[in-house]
Structure formats: C-alpha cells, structure tokens
C-alpha cells in the first residue's frame, strides 16, 4: 500500500537552484561592474567637457580684450563663437563703485564670457557644458574715441611695405603701425628681405595678414582676421590673431595667441608658447615652449614636436613627440593675451579756420595754368617770421615742391596733394621747425580713398609722394591726406604718416617722432594712456 519515495527523487531541483545561485552572483557583478564603467565615462566626460567649456571661456575674454583694442567705440553687442570654442562675452561698463554705468564715464569694465563644452558630457552631468569666467580691467572711454594720433603710421585702408624699409622711434620707444580695414601687403619685386628694425607694433583692427616671399616682419603683430604666413616669413615678437596658417620654414620668435585654429607645415617654428582653439603640426613643425589648446591638438606624421608642456582637450599622435607633460584636466592656465594698441576710426581734418586758428593764413597763388610750385611757396612766405598756414587748395593737382625751401617757422600747407622732391630745412642749424602738410578731408571728398583721389584730374584730390631727402635734420613733419601716402624709394621721413593708405617702397627709412595735429583737441594726444588698462582681476563663477 505505502510507495517507498528514492534518494533521487527526494534531491531532484537543487541543481536548478544551484544554478540560479550562480547567475544572481553573476548578475550582481555585471550590474556593478557596468555601473561603475557608467560611472567613469560620465566622469570622463563631464571632465572633457569642463576643460573645453572653461578654455572657451577663457578665449572669449581673450577675444573680447583684443575687440576693444582694436574696435569701434564702446562695443556692446555681444561676442559670439559659434565655432570650438564656443563663447558668448559680453561687456558691463563700471564706475569706481563698480555700479553699472554708460561706457562715456566708466573706469573700469567687466568681460563676462561663457564658454560652451564642444563634446557635451552625458545628460546627467549637463552643468558641466558651460563655464562662466569673468575678468575685470581698468578703462577709459576716450582710448576707443579718440584716434591714436601717437601712431607712426596710420593706413585706414590697407597698405603695402617693401623690403628693406626701416622704422625706428627718435626717442627709442616701440613706433606703431595701425590698419584700420583691409589686409596689408609686404610686397615682393626681388629676392631681398624685408626689414623694420627695430621692432615695432603691427595692428590691424579690421582684417587679417597674408604674408611670404622671405618677409622679415620684426613686429609685434595684431590682427582680428585670418593670418597666413609662407615661405620663410619671419616675425620677431609675437602674433595675435583670429587663426593662423604657416607654412614652409616660417619662423616666429615670440608667442602665438589665436582664439580659432593653429595649423603649422614644413619646418615650421615657434620659438614661444601658443595659445589656440586647436592646434595641428605637421612636417617637422616645433613649438618650443608650452602650449594650451582648447580643443584637439594633432602631431602628425611623426617628426613634429612640442619641446614644452601641452594643457589640450584631446591629442592624436604619439605622446612621446610631446617633450613636457601632457595635461587633459585643464588645471594649467594659459598666459594673458596681450591687449592691442587702440585703433579708431579714420577722423576728418578740414580746411576752416577755427582748426588753425594759432596760425597765421596767407594764400598761395598758382601759376597762371594752376599749378604750384617751390617758387609760389617761396614768394607767400616773404617777409613770414610767425606760425602761418598756407593755403594752397587753388593749385591744381596739389603742390610740388621741386627746389630747397628755408622754413622760417613752423608751417602749415594746405593742399590737393604733394609732390615732394626737394629739402626743406630750418633756416639756422639752432632752428627747430615742425611742417603740416595736409590735404584736408572736408575738400572733394565723399570717402577714404574712393574716386575722388585722382591725382590727374582738375579739381580732384590727389596721392602724395615723399621723394628722398626732404627734411633737414632739425625737421620734424606730418603728411595728413585721405587719399595715398607713399614713402619713396630710398626716401626718408622723420616724424608721421596718416593717409587713406600708406606705401612704404623699398630702401626707404621712417624715423617716428610725434607730431600730432595742431588746433584739433580731438585729434592731438595729451600723452596718457587710454582704453582697456590693465588687469585687475579674473576669476571663475563656477568656482565654491
């Protein structure tokens, strides 16, 4: 009646169980493990992103310093990159209490400048995309709206330079050269190097620089554009810009800040830092000092080397190329970018008499076919011991001066354009004399260097040629003139060109001494210093 149960039957399932033991352990394990794989990739990338949003931040401050250097007055729009980096700055005008105040009366100024990752973290981690940096410097209105009138050259559109050409300071400062628009050229009409020693300022404020055949720039450089350098170009200070493109054996001295991208090729070498959105070597190219790249940097092909440490987002090539340590946490800060001489807009000199209301004013009579000379000049001045201007606006084509004039004090000559091809010198070697020469933008004209500079044509204004050998030792002299300035071969100028656009020919000297504008409180400088001053403070708003 009773069955007899079997061991087997009494144990049958535990093997199952057994089983599923195991696979719970193993489900425990895989679950851990993929949580903390989940967890350092969103740790990775939230770093990642944190290096790139803070460096963007960074390079729209930098960005935003270099716009007020060089801009129009008090800019207010906010600066944008859409571009790695990517920013937003903007600008808030301070008083001394630091309230928020109209940029007229501000003394100070405050950048804030949020910069955005280029690869996002993951979704959990979104604050870590952007960061906000925010830098306070010392300002003064008056450097953005009052022109620079210190500059050695001012060339509102362009300009050129030949080789050879030399520029120095008298009193051994550093001479600036201002762009206001377009990109100037260093020409090239043989295989002699172009020279400007010692060395000067270069800014272009609305425009970039292509530049080769052997230039020797012995400049600092600034440029809100593009820059592209070629073969054997040379810079001795350093070169701020927008991007840069160097290729075939360029060499720059100093340092390298651009807020987009850095490309090098074929022997390419900096001899400073660099400071880039990204940065890509190629073909033996070398920067010898530390670099910073807010976004990838790229070595390759194998024999091109950072000598330095390098701060970057990402890297591709081999590590070893880089010679310092390699940092991806963004904890290495990057060196300032130099602020950019102020460059303004082009400022309009007229022919009335409240501009020159010191001077005495006598007319010149032309010939009777219109034209003026030397001899014209000479009979004005008969019997002048005073100040005096000279108008000379009723000569057609302007005034050519084609034999020596004795200064009999400082003069002012008011004219369509120059020819100069003779000395003018100061009557005693005790005399010092400062000459005017100006060709007034009130006089048939309706824009820098349009149509209306036509040299030969009746009644138009026309360029101006500096000829060698035209001041005396004891001279010191200004050219004013919206149309074309050129600097002769050979010739030599002591004291400021300010034109529609400057050419400096080949073998030709400039020796800067300040002269400035008499009578026109809005152009002449008081000697200060004005713009962005110097840097108060930075600090990160995401900082606890």
Not at 260 to 270: C, E, M, P, T
Request: charged share 15%.
């Amino acid at each position: 009646m009773f069955r007899r149960l079997s061991r087997e039957s009494g144990e049958r399932g535990s093997a199952l169980m057994a089983v599923i033991g195991v696979m719970a352990v193993l489900l425990i394990i895989t679950l851990t493990v993929t949580s903390s794989s989940l967890q350092a990739l969103t740790i990775t990338t939230s770093t990642r992103a944190g290096v790139q949003a803070q460096a963007a931040a960074e390079a729209g401050i930098a960005f935003a310093m270099t716009h007020l250097g060089s801009a129009e007055a008090c800019p207010q729009v906010p600066m944008k990159s859409t571009i790695a980096p990517i920013f937003t700055a903007s600008i808030v005008y301070l008083s001394a209490d630091d309230s928020e105040v109209d940029c007229a009366i501000a003394v100070r100024l405050k950048i804030v400048s949020t910069g955005t990752a280029a690869n996002p973290g993951q979704a959990t981690t979104s604050t870590a995309d952007t960061r906000t940096m925010e830098g306070l410097f010392e300002f003064s209105a008056e450097g953005t709206e009052t022109p620079s009138s210190d500059a050695a050259i001012y060339s509102y559109s362009g300009g050129s330079f030949d080789h050879s050409s030399k520029l120095s300071a008298a009193d051994g400062s550093v001479p600036v050269v201002q762009i206001r628009t377009r990109d100037p050229s260093c020409a090239d009409d043989d295989d002699s190097s172009k020279v400007y020693s010692p060395t000067f300022d270069l800014v272009i404020a609305d425009g970039g620089m292509s530049v080769d055949g052997s230039c020797e720039l012995s400049a600092n450089v600034w440029a809100s554009g593009d820059v592209v350098l070629n073969s054997s170009v040379e810079i001795s200070g350093n070169l701020v810009a927008k991007t840069l493109l160097a290729d075939s054996s360029v060499v720059i001295h100093g340092s390298v800040w651009t807020t987009g991208a850095v490309r090098l090729k074929s022997s390419v070498n900096i001899l400073g830092s660099t400071t880039a959105g990204s940065i890509r070597l190629e073909s033996s190219a070398v920067i010898h000092k530390n670099v910073w790249s807010a976004a990838n940097t790229t070595l390759e092909g194998g024999s091109s080397t950072i000598l330095g440490d390098l701060s970057t987002t990402t890297f591709t090539g081999e590590e070893t190329d880089v010679k310092g340590q390699i940092s991806y946490d963004g904890t290495v800060t990057a060196p300032a970018v130099p602020a950019a001489p102020v460059v303004s807009d082009w400022v309009s000199v007229g022919q009335s008499e409240s501009e020159w209301s010191a001077f005495n004013k006598f007319a010149i009579t032309p010939k009777t076919d219109g034209k003026c000379t030397t001899t014209e000049v000479k009979t004005a001045l008969e019997g002048v011991t005073e100040p005096t201007v000279l108008d000379a606006l009723a000569c057609k084509m302007g005034l050519t001066l084609d034999e020596a004039l004795l200064l009999p004090n400082d003069l002012v000559i008011l004219a369509k354009g120059f020819d100069l091809q003779a000395s003018m010198e100061t009557a005693t070697s005790a005399d010092t004399r400062t000459l005017w020469l100006i060709t007034p933008n009130d006089f048939d004209i309706s824009g820098i260097g349009n149509g209306s500079c036509n040299g030969n044509a009746d009644g138009k204004l026309a360029h101006s040629l500096i000829g060698k050998n035209v001041l005396g030792d004891r001279v010191t002299a200004m050219i004013y003139s919206p149309c074309e300035i050129t600097l002769g071969e050979g010739a030599s100028w002591r004291g400021q060109l300010y034109g529609g656009s400057v050419n400096i020919l080949k073998n030709s000297t400039l020796e800067y001494a300040y002269v400035g504008l008499p009578g026109d409180g809005n152009f002449a400088s008081d000697g200060n210093d004005t713009g962005l001053g110097k840097q108060l403070s930075v600090r990160d708003r995401n900082a606890k």
